[in-house]
């Protein structure tokens, strides 16, 4: 009997010993999980493409789309062109406020670039794909481009106070060096904030699908698709973007407002309405652009809806772009005075050679 007791003792013991054995501290248990966390996304391969879901499979649509955005494309290249080619040939143009919007225009041919021809080949394509290397490489220059413009529309709207408010100290406000310089600054940080979004994004494990609900690669719904934790990419998404589109659109608010209250102590109704038309255009494309664009990317990520977005994506990278020569062609006497004196000037030279 005393045998048996002891036996059972033994046994107790040992089995309190493995229990302890297998009870950790918090500090022990939070180190095994990320121990095992890392081995489960070293086991991760990097998918070699991605499918962009698009907008419909239904074929007849497909086709009328790409006909409506292929149009649209095409009107803002050309569109585009001739405002950049007659900024540069006509020397009353030849000021910052018109280096700004020459500027402007090449990055809306460049940022739908970077995003309308892919989608038009998935249009026309039964396997809407694109590569890893592709992918990163559009999210960076719509990225790019994305944030330079948002500078680049700010040193629009300086210009603007600096013209009305301040006339005798223009010349010295907006030198040629100071124009650089805003183009120089639009560039670089575009740049550097993309680097940094598309090297985060890409070193997440992609563990699930590799279908992307959108029509091209944008940084919320590729974070969809990581198994890992993206709260750091989000958050330097919002800083970042917050921070470039927020102190724009502050740097926009500010000139205008001072702008307003220079207008109104015009006291010819002539003078306020003939100093206020020349920053119309303007206003227009900074309510289009930043309007969606604060839609999209500074929200909480709780109430993304990736059907949405993709409707509002189409309007800043596809139509916008195109509304803009439009916007300052119409709504802009110098512009409008420089075309008529191109195309006479054209038509002197066919009537001569007639």
């Known amino acids: 009997m005393h045998g048996i007791i002891q036996e059972n003792k033994d046994i107790l013991g040992s089995s309190i010993t493995q229990v302890n054995s297998c009870i950790l501290t918090p500090s022990i248990l939070v180190e095994k999980i990320k121990e095992t966390k890392k081995v489960l996304e070293s086991n991760y391969t990097m998918p070699t493409e991605f499918l962009l879901v698009g907008f419909t499979d239904y074929l007849p649509l497909r086709i009328t789309l790409f006909l409506v955005f292929l149009i649209v494309y095409a009107l803002t290249v050309v569109g585009n062109m001739c405002l950049i080619t007659l900024v540069n040939i006509n020397s009353s143009l030849q000021t910052p406020m018109y280096y700004f919007l020459s500027n402007l225009s090449f990055l809306d041919i460049s940022y739908s670039t970077a995003i309308t021809p892919k989608m038009l080949l998935n249009f026309l394509s039964s396997r809407k794909s694109i590569s890893l290397s592709g992918c990163a490489v559009q999210m960076f220059f719509f990225g790019c481009f994305a944030d330079a413009e948002c500078l680049i529309l700010a ?23 100071v124009c650089i310089g805003f183009i120089v600054l639009a560039y670089f940080s575009g740049s550097v904030t993309s680097v940094v979004h598309v090297c985060l994004t890409f070193k997440l494990p992609f563990c699930g699908s590799n279908i992307v609900n959108h029509f091209f690669c944008d940084i919320p719904p590729l974070l969809a698709l990581s198994c890992a934790d993206t709260h750091i990419n989000e ?38 309405s003939k100093t206020f038309s020349t920053c119309a255009s303007h206003l227009v494309a900074v309510t289009l652009f930043y309007g969606t664009l ?46 008529k004196s191109l195309l006479e000037r054209n038509w002197i030279f066919k009537s001569m050679r007639i």
């Open 155 to 177: 040193a629009m709207a300086y210009d603007r106070y600096a013209a009305i408010c301040n006339p005798l100290l223009y010349a010295t406000l907006m030198s040629r060096r």
């Open 235 to 272: 958050l330097l998404l919002f800083a970042l973007c917050g921070f470039i589109q927020i102190s724009t659109f502050v740097v926009i608010f500010i000139s205008y407002f001072c702008i307003l209250i220079t207008v109104l102590s015009i006291k010819s109704s002539g003078g306020r």
């Open 294 to 339: 604060l839609f999209m990317y500074l929200r909480p990520t709780t109430s993304y809806s990736l059907n949405i977005d993709k409707v509002v994506a189409v309007f800043y990278t596809v139509v916008f772009p195109m509304f803009n020569p439009i916007i300052y062609s119409f709504r802009n006497k110098d512009v409008k005075s420089a075309l």
